[in-house]
């Protein structure tokens, strides 16, 4: 994705991370209204950044409230 497709990002940080954390994940929707949702690194915000679909997005948050990622 370019810069200018990323600018409109409404970046969101995890109320579970403590301040932002080291390592923190952020998430937000693209602002072309796809209902896309892209993904970055906290830490590092021009690097490489991921982008869901919203049947994606949707899928992940599902399975996340169902216990699905719950590793340890």
């Not at 970055?40 to 915000?45: A, F, G, I, L, V």
């Amino acid at each position: 994705m370019t810069p200018d497709e990323l600018a409109g990002v409404a970046w969101h940080v995890s109320s579970k991370s403590a301040n932002g954390g080291p390592q923190c994940v952020e998430a937000g929707p693209l602002a072309d209204g796809s209902g896309r949702v892209a993904v970055r690194h906290s830490r590092r915000p021009d690097a490489d950044v991921i982008v869901y679909t919203r049947r994606e997005w949707e899928s992940f948050i599902a399975g996340a409230k169902d216990g699905e990622f719950d590793f340890f």
